[in-house]
């Protein structure tokens, strides 16, 4: 099964994306649901380009790899807006519903 994960790119200034990798590779917090998954890949590990950049031609051919890869899943990790406000930032929930409308299933949370 191929999974991928999307962060926030704001996130990256503290972020290596070391602990979704160790809860991926544990199947751990939100990845637990794969404990008896037998293939489990991790397809691609993506950011966002920021809010400024919103959903540019960047981020639509990243979004189009997780696709393309064959991501059945993407998770993505809490963004940086939705940790200050509570509510999730406007360019991540619609580069989701792109993601759903072309059949990739999506999970908000890593770890
Ligand atoms: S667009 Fe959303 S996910 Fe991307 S950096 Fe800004 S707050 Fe984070």
Known sequence: MKIAILNCLKAN?????????RAFNARAKHFERY???????????????????GIDKGFEEK?????????????????????????????????LARLEAQGVKVVRGTH
């Not at 979004?63 to 890869?69: E, F, N, P, T």
């Not at 064959?70 to 509510?87: I, L, M, S």
């Open 35 to 53: 404990r008896d998954e037998k293939d489990l890949e991790l397809v691609a590990l993506a950011r966002c380009n920021g809010c400024e950049a």
């Open 13 to 21: 200034d503290v972020c290596t994306g070391g602990s979704c990798l």
């Open 63 to 95: 979004l189009q790899y997780i696709v393309d890869a064959g991501a059945e899943v993407c998770h993505v990790g809490v963004c940086t807006v939705k940790r200050e406000t509570g509510k999730e930032c406007p360019v991540i929930t619609e580069a």
